[in-house]
């Protein structure tokens, strides 16, 4: 239950979709002939969510910006699909967004402005003022459009597709992803490796090929497919991938480290609960090495949104927000660092690189 009350214009939010068009209330809109409508449908301490659309344009995807106390926490791409506005004739329904502002609100009063992406234009229904209590919010998991959101941002990664796929359209070695774990781990034969989200196994087929030292790994696989190719390709009796989900899996025993590459990202609606799970679960000092997308050198950017297609969950973290969230999970001595995954066709795929104690 949230300890959150909605004041001022969010307590009055309108029961139905509403088509505000905005167009001719701010010029820099009209300069490039945008018609844009969409509307705020909650606004609580743990859930901001809405849709938005350009009539000019309906099969487009906008962005909003959200800000809380004047300060740009998050944008979100509304590409989910809502079958309400199919019906209504917006664009094809792909155009709501959902966030949740619990860990950026302060104790008091906040100013909350959900903005059409990179104007000054608010969403219908979208300013006014939370006021948080002294509690801490908590996001019951079972909340039906927790849930429901949970699920769809799973579906691409339940299924099964080819293994380029799973990384930039190319398959790659984990070369870069281990050089940078060795840095500050040493593996070592009584040592057991957890890893989440193995996919088609490149971080393992590296770690075998260069013939480090270890006990035991165990995979933790979103995707029944993937696991049973992975059982066939590594058929070993240290080695083993299990079908689930990191928010929740149970390891059979503890690990000395966790290693996961380009998997935290789509983790909705962020890694906390995974990680902290995991945590519980490492060795007195163990390790947890991971990596995630970087926009901007210097880390500052932060977005998310579901992927029109396939609707994987992408959510891009400011280095600010890695550091928070890491020793909120129990976890210090943070360090980030650039990485270079492999080439694809579009570059070199650059990340960031996080260890952790
Ligand atoms: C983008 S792929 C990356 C695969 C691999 N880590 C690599 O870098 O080559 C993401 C992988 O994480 C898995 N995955 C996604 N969410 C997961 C979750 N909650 N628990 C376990 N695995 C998950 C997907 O099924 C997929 O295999």
Same mark, same amino acid.
């Given at each position: ?13 309108? $029961?139905? @979709?509403?088509? +505000? ?18 509307? *705020? ?8 969510? %809405? ?72 969403? @219908? ?35 099964? #597709?080819?293994?380029? %796929? ?29 890893? *989440?989200? @193995?996919?088609? %196994? ?16 165990? %995979? ?22 299990? #079908? ?52 901007? @050198? ?9 992927? $029109? #297609? ?8 400011? +280095? ?38």
């Amino acid at each position: 239950m949230s300890c959150l009350k909605a004041v001022g214009r969010f307590s009055c939010v309108p $029961p139905c @979709p509403v088509w +505000a068009v905005l167009r001719g209330r701010h010029s820099v809109v009209d300069s490039i002939a945008m018609e844009l409508v969409g509307k *705020i449908d909650v606004c609580t301490g743990t859930e901001i969510s %809405g849709w938005v659309a350009d009539k000019s344009d309906p099969q487009k995807q906008l962005w909003v910006d959200v800000d809380v106390n004047s300060i740009l926490v998050a944008s979100l791409k509304a590409a989910l699909m809502r079958d309400d506005l199919l019906r209504a004739g917006i664009g094809d329904g792909r155009k709501s967004f959902w966030f949740d502002p619990s860990r950026y609100l302060e104790v008091g009063d906040n100013l909350v402005a959900v903005r059409f992406g990179g104007t000054h234009m608010i969403v @219908p229904g979208g300013d006014g003022i939370l006021v948080r209590g002294d509690a801490l919010i908590y996001r019951c998991p079972d909340d039906a459009s927790f849930v429901r959101l949970l699920r769809i941002s799973q579906e691409r990664w339940m299924a099964s #597709e080819p293994d380029s %796929g799973l990384t930039w359209g190319q398959v790659f070695t984990g070369d870069s992803f281990i050089d940078a774990v060795l840095t500050r781990y040493t593996f070592h034969p009584a040592h057991h490796i957890c890893e *989440i989200g @193995p996919g088609y %196994g490149r971080l393992l087929m590296t770690i075998l090929r260069r013939q480090l030292p270890f006990r035991s790994y165990t %995979g933790i696989e979103l995707s029944a497919d993937r696991v049973q190719k992975l059982n066939s390709k590594f058929a070993n009796e240290r080695i083993h991938f299990v #079908e689930g989900d990191a928010n929740q899996v149970c390891l059979q025993q503890a690990a000395d480290i966790v290693i996961c590459s380009s998997t935290f990202e789509h983790l909705f609606p962020d890694f906390t609960r995974a990680l902290s799970n995991l945590v519980t679960q490492l060795k007195p000092k163990g390790q947890v090495a991971v990596d995630f997308i970087q926009i901007d @050198p210097e880390m500052m950017h932060r977005q998310q949104g579901f992927e $029109p #297609e396939g609707h994987a969950f992408v959510r891009v973290y400011s +280095a600010q927000e890695i550091r928070t969230m890491f020793a909120e999970c129990g976890l210090s001595q943070v360090e980030l660092g650039p990485i270079v995954l492999g080439k694809a066709a579009s570059g070199d795929v650059k990340r960031i690189f996080a260890s952790a104690v």
